[in-house]
């Protein structure tokens, strides 16, 4: 049976003429379309140091397999050196991450043994669109007068995202690293000077801090693989990332630390890097982008061009240095005050808060109407809960919702909306995510935030011809005291 690599060439060189050549045991060919090379294979029969690709495991632990070849290092090796000295006279590209491959039986025995006959690695999809409340665009136009010195730190952060789903970790971690050099360097290049900048600044701790709940977090696997960095001081951090970015500066011959072509060997790093600098970014911003100067500001914006309704939030926040109250302002289109907009303005705060707020303890919050004259919703969690978990290390948690609604009211029919009241129970459940064992040291009150969140959406599309009027929650399978409750104070 034979085993074909084949990997897709970039560039502009072109050739009249080709036949095959032979690299270890491989045969190697090229493929051209009037004349220019856009493809690279190299076949070779398989031996007994090869494996075959096939599945293994059942049901959600099937995986497939392609097999291994020891021979396949050297081959990219060796194609590698030819498009360096190809260099010299045209450009040549190699692209490794999109390899393909096939496989060719050449007997009937063979062709009754083989589970896969090709399978290839596709470019970066599309970006799928990824939801983001208006009221973020709002809020970051009416902050760019103040934030205008930001310009190129934010410019470096966004291509290192960029370069993130990409996979171009080497031009991430640069730009990535750019941000704080900009932010907090001040021109300094020896990483001594460098790394005291970066552990002076407030931001970047505030920013550790973060990404360490973030990262630790039961539902979010966006930093899921970086977590062990993260159990390093922030000393070893820093340290660890000023003295990555020197050594990715500089290359020597006797000492190989990076390859040019393999820059996925990098990828936690970049992720890392990537992920700090978007929650030392955070830090900075949050207190100017959603300030009760700039919440006016969006409101008044709003009312210029006939957004109708006002919705007004007062969210009361513990932190290590006491107690603050911050307003927040839900413009709507339409003028009148109605369950599903009070649950939208719920369902919107559960999910931003703890982002715009990561180092306060959200201790209630009460939604108003324009004139501040009418309580219209409010909330209340139970204060033992900014302390980290201490659940068994085998622990899941389960929280308990039950939550009184009533059916939508048609206007058509004279139905009283509480004739038609439904109490109900929902569990949710968090588990830790794929990096740990359990939920010990992660913060109850952000655990909690991440079931309330889960439990909007999950009422509101079971039931959808309900509207939720109150909730309160308890840790299922126990008979303790509520952790939170919510309720809707007037009648729309």
Known sequence: MLVKFIYPVSGDLGISDSWPIRLGPYKVEWLTVDGAVT?????????????????????????????????????????????????????????FDKQRIEWIPETEEEEATIQLYSISQTDVPPLEPLHLEYEYIAYAAATVDDIRELEIPLSFLRKGHDYVRQKRYF?????????????????????????KALLCSQAVRDGLANLRESALSPDDVTYTGIAAKLKMSDEEIIGYLVDLRGKLHHHSKGRVFWHPDKSGEFRLDAHLLDALASRTALAQLEEVMFSPERNKQMVDAAKEFGSGTVISVAVDMQSPNGMKTHRIFLPEASSRITVPKIQKA??????????????????????????????IAEYARSPHLATPSSLAADDAICINFRYTSRLRTDPLKNIPPDTSRLTREMDIFVQPS?????????RLDRILWQAEARFWDQATRVDVKS???EWETRLAGRNGAVLSDFRICIQP
């Not at 398989?46 to 059942?58: K, M, V």
């Not at 990561?358 to 209630?364: A, E, K, T």
């Not at 794929?434 to 992660?442: E, H, T």
Request: net charge negative; glycine share 6%.
């Open 171 to 195: 031009e991430a971690f640069y730009n990535s690293f750019f941000y704080f050099e900009t932010q907090f360097c001040g021109g300094l290049s020896d990483p001594k000077k460098v790394k």
């Open 346 to 375: 719920c369902s919107h705060l559960t999910r931003s808060i703890p982002d715009q707020f990561s180092n306060y303890f959200i201790q209630s919050f009460k939604l108003w109407n324009e004139d501040n004259s009418t309580i």
């Open 434 to 442: 794929p990096d740990r064992q359990s939920l010990r040291g992660v």
């Open 39 to 95: 493809e690279v294979s190299a076949s070779k029969r398989i031996d007994e140091q090869d494996t075959l690709p096939g599945w293994s495991g059942s049901g959600e632990a099937r995986a497939l397999s392609t097999g291994n070849y020891p021979s396949l290092s050297q081959l990219e090796h060796d194609l590698r050196l030819i498009q360096g000295a190809i260099s010299l006279f045209a450009l040549m590209n190699v692209n």
């Open 467 to 469: 509207e939720i009027l």
